[in-house]
């Protein structure tokens, strides 16, 4: 069969999406850098490195439905005799589906849905397939947005696959060219990332494969010398080791196994940087074998699972609804673990080759060294070490090749920074200005030197802060997003010069707002609440004040006016007040204030806002548990009932996120 290339709609379950948040979500000023509990000198190189939270210049997607809802999903196949392998150019071009047609099943976890949940750098993320993580340490920022899709012709006249796009917080150009050419037992993804800025820069980029989770399964790499994540329930307390497969953790518990481990496990292999060690392999009891391999640069190896206890299971079915089954994660990277940094030289392209297969072998006997051995082999004969190298030196030679046509449109911002300057973007790679749509019109109009009176987008790399300082006369609205820009590069008096232009131009919500999260990071908690009491002041639509009246209700409890809190909150509508965001924001209020209704109705709610690490309801249900225990007693409430109650007690198996 001939490879063949369509673009068709499958009908899934999908958590509506709603509107961007329109507030800029600013850089971590302060981080709580990543814990040695026993790395090698050499795995300290870079070690909690550039990992600072980062959002802009994107928008936070924090807006959708708690429940999916049939709807049609583009999907576009790449398709020969052996495999499909079905991309979501609208999910960061998420590999869904590869499906094995020799065996007619398939070889990777395929989540029932696109079931959104908060665990992405910029909130919503989902579990299955393949997922592309580029750019900065976390779920990429690319995770729930278009991306480019193109369709190519290889040497041979046999058609490849292109997925690209230009990725706006490093300001560099990721691009993945797909091959599965006729007779291919394996798919291939073959990685540009352009870096055409004068000076290197610090990447963060990793393969996310969801694997279906099998008690008695095994994971295996090139080596037994991993890296581990010691998780605990107080994020202090977790830390980062050098340990050996397979009892990483206490002897008698086999780590290769996910389904022995209890709690959330992860560990990273550190494989030396050749293609022979490069590779990941789990076995399942049937025999079946998952393979990936790359080329040497692409070394390092990730393992992660959900563990076995209560909230581990939550966590499993919370992403991927009832019926999906069990899933775990192995991953390929760049640098020792993910909180490692990796920097991609100056005027330079990255070149990565990765492939994926699936086989059969019989099950190893004999210790975990052996059984390694034995899969070693395995991975090598479906995946040959001489064959990854010619594919690569292939994928090479096409990744410049243009494009035949664009099968999928991704955002305008690459076109935009393309009429901006030329140079900054690969020639090769096509971003149309018809791209460009009407959230970034006004950054295109200020290309031209005019400002707007709206921008539903932000720009906050030096270039564009040039053009924003030289563009007069300026809008309040430009002002704002010039004071943005400034406070994201830690300009911060010039930050609040430019907001506080903003306003005596006009009283906008967003500069109020944007003035109160300085004011907050400089301590002055008094300022930043009356600046956002101000600004919900004077908003009246829901939708444009719920992600405001969120911040307000956040800051009066940090502050601990819990009843000036409480009191705003039963100003909003009823349909705000039901939000689960909404009423999270106030649960520290309501316990502080002894509304044990407004908290039992709020432990009743199956929550879907909840992010990865989260403990605010946990922790409130822990302190109202022991306030009624001490009740039941007749005593007064004491630590020693609440150490008690966080001992004995059994948390609500919807409430029960603890991965410790």
Not at 31 to 45: F, M, N, S, V
Not at 269 to 292: I, K, L, M, T
Request: proline share 6%.
């Amino acid at each position: 069969m001939a490879t063949t290339i369509k673009t068709t709609q499958r009908m899934l379950p999908v958590t509506p999406m709603a509107p961007l948040n329109p507030l800029p979500k600013f850089a971590a000023r302060v981080a709580r850098p990543p814990i040695d509990g026993g790395l090698t000198p050499g795995e300290r190189d870079g070690f909690g490195e550039h990992i600072d939270f980062r959002a802009l210049p994107y928008a936070m997607q924090d807006r959708y439905a708690p429940e999916p809802s049939p709807q049609p999903v583009v999907v576009i196949e790449l398709e020969n005799e052996h495999f499909r392998a079905q991309f979501l150019p609208q999910y960061g071009g998420r590999l869904y589906s590869l499906w094995d047609k020799r065996t007619d099943r398939e070889s990777l976890y395929c989540n029932n849905g696109i079931i959104l949940r908060n665990l992405a750098l910029r909130n919503a993320w989902f579990s299955g397939g393949i997922e592309w993580n580029f750019g900065h340490f976390g779920h990429t920022y690319l995770s729930c947005q278009d991306v480019f899709f193109a369709a190519c012709t290889d040497e041979r006249g046999e058609p490849f696959l292109r997925m690209y796009e230009f990725e706006r917080c490093k300001q560099l150009t990721f691009q993945v060219d797909f091959h599965l050419p006729s007779g291919a037992t394996a798919l291939t993804a073959h990685f540009s990332v352009h870096n055409t800025l004068p000076q290197d820069v610090p990447i963060f980029l990793w393969t996310n494969i969801a694997i279906p989770e099998q008690k008695g399964m095994h994971v295996y790499s090139g080596t037994d010398e991993v890296i581990a994540l010691k998780l605990d329930r107080e994020p202090e307390k977790c830390y980062y080791f050098h340990g050996q497969l397979p009892w990483l953790l206490s002897k008698g518990q086999d780590a290769s196994d996910p389904t022995s481990m209890k709690f959330a496990t992860e560990y990273f292999f550190q494989n030396p940087h050749q293609a022979a060690s490069a590779f990941e392999a789990a076995q399942y009891p049937d025999g079946r074998v998952f393979a990936e391999r790359s080329t040497g640069n692409f070394p390092y190896r990730k393992m992660f699972c959900w563990g076995t206890h209560s909230g581990g299971q939550h966590w499993q079915r919370f992403l991927a609804g009832e019926g999906s089954g069990d899933y775990l994660e192995v991953q390929g990277g760049l640098a020792p673990t993910q909180v490692h940094s990796y920097f991609l030289a100056a005027q330079s392209v990255l070149h990565i080759t990765q492939q994926f297969t699936q086989t059969d072998a019989p099950i190893p006997q004999g210790d975990y060294a052996a059984a390694r051995a034995d899969i070693q082999r395995v991975v090598d004969a479906a995946l040959p070490v001489p064959d990854l190298a010619a594919m690569d030196a292939r994928c090479r030679a096409l990744s410049e090749k243009p494009a035949d046509a664009i099968l999928h449109t991704g955002y305008g911002f690459g076109a935009l920074e393309a009429q901006r300057d030329p140079s900054l973007l690969p020639t090769h790679l096509s971003f149309p200005r018809g791209a460009v749509d009407q959230g970034e019109a006004a950054w295109a109009a200020l290309l031209a030197g005019k400002a707007s009176d709206d921008y539903a987008a932000f720009m906050v790399t030096p270039p564009w802060i040039a053009l924003m300082e030289r563009t007069e006369p300026k809008t309040a609205a430009l002002w704002t997003q010039l004071g943005i820009a400034y406070l994201e590069n830690d300009r911060m008096s010039d930050a609040q010069h430019a907001w506080e232009q903003a306003l005596r131009i006009k009283r906008l919500p967003l500069a109020l707002r944007n003035l109160a999260c300085l004011h907050k990071q400089a301590g002055k908690l008094d300022e930043a609440i009356a600046a956002l009491r101000e600004a919900v002041g004077l908003l009246t639509d829901d939708d444009a004040l719920r992600p405001y009246a969120e911040e307000y209700l956040t800051l009066l409890t940090d502050a601990g006016q819990y009843q000036a809190a409480f009191d705003y909150y039963h100003t909003l509508s009823a349909a705000l007040q039901s939000e689960q965001r909404m009423r999270l924001c106030v649960a520290q209020s309501a316990y502080q204030l002894g509304d044990d209704a407004f908290l039992a109705a709020l432990f009743a709610t199956p929550f879907t806002v909840i992010k990865e690490g989260e403990q605010t309801v946990l922790e409130i249900w822990y302190l109202q548990a022991a306030k009624l225990r001490a009740r039941e007693l007749g005593v007064p409430l004491t630590d020693a009932i609440v150490r008690e109650v966080r001992q004995t007690a059994v948390i609500p198996e919807h409430l029960d996120f603890w991965m410790a």
